[in-house]
DNA sequence: CCCTGATTCGC
DNA sequence: GCGAATCAGG
């Protein structure tokens, strides 16, 4: 990474305006490491950090959280060594060609955007991320840039008079392997036999799946008629 | 497991 | 100086 003064200028900035590491990284194209090595060495003032945040009690010395051992690093030349061998002696079957790390990025960058434009929950997100003092400018600059989104119910199940029967869950299937949290858009009619809810894996943070998170968040100019 | 930021240390 | 690897907390 080439660190010319508005590399330097732009870390200093999206720093200051307390985005995540990493986000900083996805803007520049650069890893997480390289902003937060760069802005350790610049000196920038330090964020809340998850682990350091032990409460520094009044009098009581904090151990700098004691880190453990400088952890054996692999050089250079046994991380290569190593990969030579791997890729002579077993190369990996079907894992897929491992994307290179900038078209990760890339796409990284790419779903990012979607997800801006089509909701935002990701406003939300990055300023639920952001330290106190700089949420209210977040929220400030975010509101203004994606399109206004507005939740539709999903469909609305009929009331009926009985108690409906417990929802059952697709997911519930193979509830064995996989444990976490279920899409529940309804699918059918509650009350009749067929009727359940979707149970596929959610979006991140929202209550429905990829396929149904479309559905029921719609941009507004998508609906006007 | 995902995320976060901080630190270490081979290069 | 750089940043991947690693750590550790949420």
Request: aromatic fraction near 6%; charged fraction near 20%.
């Given at each position: 990474m080439e660190w010319t003064d508005e590399a330097i200028a732009r870390l200093r900035d999206l720093w200051s305006q307390g985005l995540s590491t990493a986000e900083i990284g996805r803007q520049l194209s650069i890893t997480k490491n390289a902003v937060v090595g760069k802005a350790h060495r610049l000196g920038l003032p330090s964020r809340p950090s998850p682990i350091r945040s032990r409460k520094a009690k009044?009098?009581?010395?904090?151990?700098?959280?004691?880190?453990?051992?400088?952890?054996?690093r692999k050089t250079a030349k046994e991380v290569k060594a190593a990969a030579d061998q791997t890729s002579v002696v077993?190369?990996?079957?079907?894992?897929?060609?491992e994307k290179p790390k900038e078209a990760l990025a890339a796409a990284s960058v790419e779903e990012k955007k979607k997800e801006v434009e089509a909701t935002s929950h990701i406003v939300k997100k990055v300023v639920e991320a952001a330290p106190q003092t700089v949420k209210a400018k977040v929220v400030e600059k975010a509101v203004e840039a994606p399109a206004k989104v507005v939740p539709l119910t999903p469909?609305?199940?009929?009331?009926?008079?009985r108690p409906l029967p417990p929802p059952r869950f697709?997911?519930?299937?193979?509830r064995s392997t996989r444990r976490g949290p279920a899409?529940?858009?309804?699918?059918?009619?509650?009350?009749?036999?067929?009727?359940?809810?979707?149970?596929?894996?959610?979006?991140?943070?929202?209550?429905?799946?990829a396929e149904h998170a479309a559905i029921a968040y719609v941009k507004i100019r998508d609906r006007r008629d």
């Open positions: 009044e009098g009581e010395t904090v151990e700098p959280t004691p880190r453990r051992k400088p952890a054996p077993s190369k990996k079957p079907s894992s897929g060609a469909p609305k199940p009929a009331q009926t008079s697709l997911g519930s299937i193979d899409c529940c858009w309804p699918i059918g009619d509650p009350g009749t036999p067929g009727f359940h809810f979707c149970g596929a894996t959610p979006l991140s943070g929202k209550p429905y799946c």
